[in-house]
T-cell receptor, first 116, second 114 residues
Framework: AQSVAQPEDQVNVAEGNPLTVKCTYSVSGNPYLFWYVQYPNRGLQFLLKYITGDNLVKGSYGFEAEFNKSQTSFHLKKPSALVSDSALYFCAVRDLRWGSASKIIFGSGTRLSIRP | EAQVTQNPRYLITVTGKKLTVTCSQNMNHEYMSWYRQDPGLGLRQIYYSMNVEVTDKGDVPEGYKVSRKEKRNFPLILESPSPNQTSLYFC?????????????FGPGTRLTVL
């Protein structure tokens, strides 16, 4: 069965420092991987995705993520954090096996807190 | 403006009283889905629809029903709500059938079942 793990409930970073939010996945086939962000009292917004090709993908608001097939990871990164990056972040995976491609599995979420 | 709308945004009800949460998208998306968000559990998929008249169960479908009579609408129905269905619910849509397409989310519906 496919699954997504976000091992950290909370990540605290000082403004201006680099940040990493971790995500590991387990699927039987090849994955499509996504990151979403949720600001307070809002729905989720798409940040970036990995489909194929370059393992380093760039997304909105200066975020990027690196796909690592051997470690089955898709960590979200940003070189210099902003206070406005404080939010709840979700990793999600879609398995490409036929019949399960339409199911989407989300991680439990990581709350990112950037202190001034 | 391209968007997914949900109504109501907030609802307090009592056990056993049937309710419907509406979801509508104006982007002509084929794929639509319902999720519930609970602390520590992230988002869990309830039902999804690949197109009109095509629906399928997600990971937590018990106690819920959906229908997809029109492409733009995907209502979530709770025939007999129970307190364990108290949650934050999100509707989402995406273009086409491709798994590579990202989803657009509605603003959420906070449901409390007493």
């Amino acid at each position: 069965a496919q699954s997504v793990a976000q091992p950290e409930d909370q990540v605290n970073v000082a403004e201006g420092n680099p940040l990493t939010v971790k995500c590991t996945y387990s699927v039987s086939g090849n994955p499509y991987l996504f990151w979403y962000v949720q600001y307070p009292n809002r729905g989720l917004q798409f940040l970036l995705k990995y489909i194929t090709g370059d393992n380093l993908v760039k997304g909105s608001y200066g975020f990027e993520a690196e796909f690592n097939k051997s470690q089955t990871s898709f960590h979200l990164k940003k070189p210099s954090a902003l206070v406005s990056d404080s939010a709840l972040y979700f990793c999600a995976v879609r398995d490409l096996r036929w019949g399960s491609a339409s199911k989407i599995i989300f991680g439990s979420g990581t709350r990112l807190s950037i202190r001034p | 403006e391209a968007q997914v709308t949900q109504n109501p945004r907030y609802l307090i009800t009592v056990t056993g009283k049937k309710l419907t949460v509406t979801c509508s998208q104006n982007m002509n998306h084929e794929y639509m889905s319902w999720y519930r968000q609970d602390p520590g559990l992230g988002l869990r998929q309830i039902y999804y629809s690949m197109n009109v008249e095509v629906t399928d169960k997600g990971d937590v479908p018990e106690g819920y029903k959906v229908s997809r009579k029109e492409k733009r609408n995907f209502p979530l129905i709770l025939e007999s709500p129970s307190p364990n269905q108290t949650s934050l619910y999100f509707c989402a849509s995406s273009l086409g059938h491709s798994s590579s397409n990202e989803q657009f989310f509605g603003p959420g519906t906070r449901l409390t079942v007493l």
